[in-house]
């Protein structure tokens, strides 16, 4: 019986051990569950807050993008309400969804005559071989710019149209910009009929200038043949004359012998006149060499050529200019201006003075005397041909050499004038280009 005892008391002892356990695990089991059960309403809390979250920022996106699809949608309806080509919008089928006031106008129709109808509605003519009577998202030609036939509600004659199809990227629309060219067309053909008229005037002009080319040869060999022939006489009558005052030296009374005299120099006022005939003619018809030109060289050596009397003084400007000019046309001019302020200064003394001034693309030369000067009356009528102030028998003058002097300087694109005053002399002031001339 002891020894029962003791093992009834041993395994007490286990269970009771094996009780403890269990309630120990129970307990863990317990807090383990409890533990669970928070962290899965936790859980549930945070993902239902995340969710909605997430559905509210989805809900203001939609909100935000309709607006602005709306606001999109109104801008392009403004847009398009007052632009002057005619706006067309399509749908997926290539139906027709709105048209602005444009389009209205163009085909004469409302829009709701035309909406859900198909674009070749609106024309004469198909857009494409692959479709006769309507249009879908495979058959519109996006990106081109197509030329058709509009038709009109009222009136059957067709009109040309331009027009281009784009996709919108807004909705899954299509937009079509019709334009009528009825008058562009008409303005091409115009501007056309005018190419083609300005290409038979310019036959005509090649023609024209060819014959004037051919004119201008005839005349200058007639002027040299007829100025040869001209000069011949004139030289053998002048010759004559000297011979007969040679071979009747002492016996031909003192009026004899100024006759001869003035037979003479008609003779040669003759021939001058032929010259400045020929040189007239000349200007402007003949190509003449450009080089670089220094204006007080060229003065110096037109001074010494002319030789002017010994009372004379002719100042020069030290600032005049050095550029690619026509020596020879330039050289003229001074020269016949430079000549006539000493021939017709009226006094054996004298100061002749030159001076430049620049005008953006010009020069403007001024060849300035203090002789006796010109009568206002006069300053235009001295630039006419043949035109003198003086009589020939007290100057030998042509009156060839300031019309020669204008006409080249006008050939070059500029322009001379006078300013002078009977006794208070005269300036003559001309433009010279600081570009040449293109011949």
Request: proline share 3%; aromatic share 6%; net charge negative.
């Amino acid at each position: 019986m002891e020894q029962l005892r003791v093992a009834i008391d041993t395994l007490q002892t286990k269970e009771r051990y094996a009780l403890v356990q269990s309630d120990r695990q129970l307990t863990q089991l317990q807090n383990l569950t409890t533990a669970t059960l928070w962290f899965s309403s936790l859980a549930s809390v945070v993902g239902y807050l995340a969710a909605l979250y997430l559905f509210s920022n989805l809900d203001w996106e939609l909100q935000d993008r309709k607006l602005q699809l709306q606001e999109s949608q109104a801008f392009l309806k403004a847009v398009t309400a007052n632009v002057v080509d005619g706006v067309i919008t399509l749908d997926r089928e290539g139906k027709i969804e709105t048209l602005n006031h444009a389009a209205e106008a163009m085909f004469g129709y409302k829009a709701e005559e035309v909406i859900g109808n198909p674009l070749t509605f609106l024309l004469a003519e198909p857009l494409s071989q692959s479709s006769n009577t309507d249009l879908t998202s495979s058959h519109i030609p996006l990106g081109q710019t197509i030329q058709s036939q509009g038709q009109r509600k009222v009136g059957a004659a067709a009109f040309p149209v331009e027009m281009s199809i784009s996709e919108l990227q807004l909705d899954d629309d299509f937009i079509v910009i019709i334009r009528d060219i009825t008058e562009r067309q008409a303005a091409e053909k115009n501007l056309a009929d005018r190419a083609d008229e300005l290409a038979r005037l310019n036959i005509l002009l090649a023609k024209t200038n060819t014959m004037i080319e051919d004119r201008n040869r005839e005349l200058d060999k007639f002027a040299y043949v007829a100025s040869h022939d001209l000069k011949a006489p004139l030289r053998a009558i002048a010759n004559l004359s000297e011979w007969i005052e040679e071979d009747l030296i002492g016996e031909i009374p003192p009026e004899n012998q100024r006759q001869l005299q003035l037979l003479r120099g008609r003779v040669h006022r003759m021939e001058a006149l032929i010259n400045g005939l020929l040189d007239y003619s000349r200007v402007g018809r003949t190509q003449v060499a450009t080089e670089m030109v220094d204006v007080r060289a060229l003065l110096a050596d037109i001074i010494d050529l002319l030789d002017p009397p010994a009372g004379f003084t002719i100042t020069v400007a030290p600032d005049l200019p050095t550029f690619k000019t026509k020596r020879l046309l330039l050289s003229q001019v001074f020269s016949n201006l430079l000549s006539n302020a000493v021939k017709h200064h009226g006094s054996s003394t004298g100061e002749i003075i030159v001076s430049v001034e620049e005008q953006g693309k010009f020069y403007e030369f001024a060849v300035s005397d203090d002789g006796q000067g010109i009568a206002p009356e006069y300053h235009e009528k001295i630039f006419t041909i043949f035109q003198t102030l003086e009589a020939r028998d007290v100057t030998e003058n042509t009156g060839v050499g300031l019309s020669i002097v204008r006409k080249i300087i006008e050939s070059e694109g500029g322009a001379i004038a006078v300013d002078s005053q009977v006794g208070n002399g005269t300036t003559f002031r001309f433009t010279w280009s600081k570009q040449p001339q293109s011949t």
